[in-house]
């Protein structure tokens, strides 16, 4: 593969909101005059394991691919005593030349997604679980906490920084930190170190680590106490509407966790308000993180026209997961309700939901600390042992080495996290200070490691895909790689195939009736040779995704794919084309099993049978990359494309010639979202809810300027008008239009 970091991504945002319309539009820049085709070298094994380094277990090439006669490859794990599983890893990493391209990704518009395909040898009888990983190390930048690191079978990964409240502090005061961690790997040992790769000094009195095991279907967020709770991802109340303090309508940045978060300065808040819900979503859910400035977010709710505080939030430099619980308010929820979050400092919040307290609560183990070490003043078991205002000093370029014994057996389809309790204070050292400890941190590149969810197969009869996707890069990448990961208590064989990495940008906007996202994957760029003229095949991937507020319903979703020339070539024609029409997804949450105009595949249905419903991206995302393969070829029917979402919706296959319109040698490519408007709407349903996605094919002829492709998302909503025998969508309409501008240039 030729160098990627030519082909860029040049963003130029227009946003421009009136009554009831909304344009959005961002340009994707591609150099015409590089190949790619993969972050990953040998993604189809084609060269057996070049490329790729084998961590745990063994493998080799063999025939019978995902895509039919195709090499793949056949591995076999390892055993793990200290986990007593059975455990095949491997990773590959971006060549150096990549990396200036991905320290540019640190715009919140772009992403890198990671996939592969695996398929059992034979049926076992215990579930094998798969993961796949983005691993990135950075160097250490100039502010910031004391971070806490968790050993992960090879090394040690960053979990978030701790202590962030100690910074409400100017003079020594010990606060307590709980942080929760969840674990890549659960051994009886757990080993954990406390560094400073930044310019704080750290006063740290009394380190503790509890245990605690849930069921696997919920997910930990942690309370303004620090307490875990746990909830349920399938049960999740989005707000229909968010306005920030400017009266600008920002639902987009709220609604998806997709790395495109609401960027909040000192005294901004946003407005939220919820419809349709009870009492019974007693939990307020906020994904966020930090930046070099650390203050909290306040969250108020109306209560009889007042605005009354119920909670802080102190994010951390890392995304997490936080709540408030609202059964302790007296909160008249009247079947909607509003919140309001004030930030007392620059924050980013990626998402925002109410949702419902799990049943099952947490039941804490405090573990045995066997070991704390210093790697510069030794043994410091008994100074951190306890709650004894005797300190042990943490400064630039420190390690606090920590193991705990944990001896619990973990139960089947139960997950088990950690809660770290550090007590202690820090405070940021002055220019001559660091100066002190600054070459000490050089060498200290902290890794952070992204996981997909967990994919659990026992029967062989089907590939399943394991996505992975992350848009939150620091601008000081030193390396990254691409992991995948298999294990099971029993033994199995496996075979693996199409590991593929993909640049992303995505874009989004609002207005008081929904919101919509464009997404571009570029799949591959593959440069002709021997020709007169610059031609160039780009083939890449675009999904518009829709959510309508409450009230209102989807009338029409069209995506638009358009060519304008500005580099004319005699008598050669370019051409842009579906890579088969029949390659075209579109779902929406009304469907179900209902007829429609678009042909309906149960093949399909089974392949999206976990998309997400709209409320995360991601799932989108990765289904779109799901179905490319890489060299633009698709792939369907092979078997179930498994993806980690929020909830279920369904999948109709377009397949209509008539899509296409030829038009003076150009091709305008339009696509309708199915939809149960009709003169007899389906049974009353309406969609609130949908996608489209679809690959393209462009051939591009270049000798000098540049051309365009104009890809572009047409929505209308309309209000959703209820009578005693018929729900239809009707006036007053809003539209909504996302564009993005594709540039192909030498």
């Known amino acids: 593969m030729k160098n990627f970091a030519k082909i860029f991504l040049l963003c130029f945002l227009v946003l421009s909101i009136i009554s009831i319309n909304a344009v959005y539009a961002t340009i ?37 691919g995902l895509d039919s006669g195709n090499v793949c490859l056949y591995v076999s794990p390892s055993y793990d005593a200290s986990s007593g599983k059975w455990v095949f890893e491997m990773k590959a990493p971006i060549s150096s030349s990549e990396l200036p391209f991905m320290e540019w990704l640190k715009s919140p518009y772009r992403g890198v997604s990671f996939s592969y395909w695996f398929r059992l040898v034979n049926d076992v009888s215990e579930y094998v679980s798969a993961y796949a990983y983005i691993e990135y190390s950075y160097t250490s930048s100039i502010g910031g906490c004391p971070f806490a690191a968790i050993w992960d079978g090879e090394k040690y990964v960053l979990v978030n920084n701790i202590l962030p409240n100690a910074r409400s502090y100017e003079n020594m005061t010990m606060v307590e930190d709980y942080l929760f961690i969840d674990p890549l790997l659960i051994e009886d040992t757990v080993k954990l170190k406390i560094l400073e790769f930044q310019r704080e000094m750290s006063y740290i009195d009394s380190i503790s680590l509890f245990s605690f095991d849930y069921p696997s279907h919920y997910k930990v967020a942690q309370l303004d106490n620090g307490s875990p709770v746990l909830w349920h991802p399938e049960i999740i109340k989005i707000p229909s509407i968010v306005i920030n303090s400017n009266g600008s309508i920002v639902t987009d940045k709220i609604i998806w966790e997709d790395y495109l978060p609401y960027i909040g300065q000192k005294d901004d808040y946003i407005i939220l308000e919820f419809s349709n819900i009870s009492k019974a979503y007693d939990l307020l859910l906020i994904k966020a993180d930090d930046t070099i400035i650390k203050l909290s977010l306040e969250v108020y709710v109306l209560i009889n026209d007042t605005w009354s505080f119920i909670g802080r939030i102190i994010p951390r430099e890392i995304y997490s997961w936080y709540a408030i619980d609202l059964d302790q308010y007296e909160i008249p929820y009247n079947d909607s309700l509003k919140m309001k979050i004030r930030f007392t400092a620059e ?79 820090y405070r940021t050292l002055s220019d001559e200070e660091f100066a002190r400890y600054k070459d000490r941190i050089k060498n200290m590149d902290p890794t952070v490691t992204i996981s997909s969810e967990e994919i659990k197969v026992k029967e062989s009869n089907t590939w399943v895909q394991v996505p992975v996707y992350y848009g939150d890069f620091p601008d000081t990448l030193e390396s990254v790689y691409f992991k995948i990961r298999l294990e099971s208590p029993v033994q199995f064989n496996a075979y693996i195939d199409c590991a593929f990495a993909h640049f992303a940008m995505q874009i989004s906007s609002s207005n008081e009736a929904g919101s919509a996202k464009i997404v571009a994957i570029v799949t591959r760029v593959n440069v002709q040779k021997n020709t007169k003229h610059n031609i160039t095949d780009i083939y890449l991937c675009f999904a518009l995704i829709v959510y309508s507020s409450d009230g209102k319903g989807i009338y029409t979703a069209k995506m638009s794919v358009e060519r304008t020339d500005s580099d004319s070539v005699g008598d050669v024609r370019e051409l842009i084309s579906f890579e088969g029409v029949s390659d075209i997804i579109g779902y929406d949450n009304a469907k179900e099993n209902a007829t429609h105009v678009a042909e309906y595949n149960e093949i399909r249905m089974k392949e999206t049978q976990a998309i997400s419903q709209g409320l995360a991206v991601i799932g989108l995302l990765l289904t779109v990359l799901g179905i490319i393969t890489g060299e633009g070829a698709i792939i369907f029917g092979i078997g179930s494309l498994v993806i980690s979402t929020t909830s279920v919706c369904r999948a109709f296959l377009i397949n209509n010639t008539d899509l296409i319109d030829n038009n003076d040698g150009d091709r305008i490519i339009h696509t309708q979202l199915p939809t149960t408007i009709s003169a007899n709407p389906n049974e009353g349903r309406v969609t609130t809810k949908g996608a489209l996605s679809a690959p393209v094919h462009w051939i591009t002829i270049l000798d000098y300027g540049e051309n365009k492709l104009y890809v572009r998302g047409y929505i209308e909503f309309g209000t959703i008008i209820d009578t005693s025998d018929v729900i239809y969508i009707g006036p007053p309409y809003f539209e909504l239009t996302v564009s993005l501008t594709i540039l192909a240039k030498l």
Do not use: C, Q
């Not at 189809?44 to 070049?50: E, H, P, Y």
């Open 347 to 425: 924050h980013k919040i990626d998402f925002i939901a109410l949702t419902m307290k799990a049943p099952d609560r947490v039941k804490l183990r405090k573990l045995k600390l066997f070991r704390a070490v210093h790697n510069r003043l030794g043994n410091s078991k008994y100074t951190v042992k306890s709650d004894d205002n005797r300190y042990i000093i943490i400064l630039p370029g420190d390690e606090l080495y920590l193991i705990f014994k944990d001896g619990e057996k973990l139960k089947r389809n139960y997950k088990r996290g950690y809660l770290l309790k550090v007590r202690g204070w």
């Open 28 to 64: 994707l820049s591609i150099v015409a005059s590089e190949e790619y085709s993969s972050l990953v070298d040998n993604s189809t094994f084609d060269d057996g394991l070049s490329g790729w380094t084998l961590v745990k277990g063994s493998g080799g090439p063999t025939s019978g």
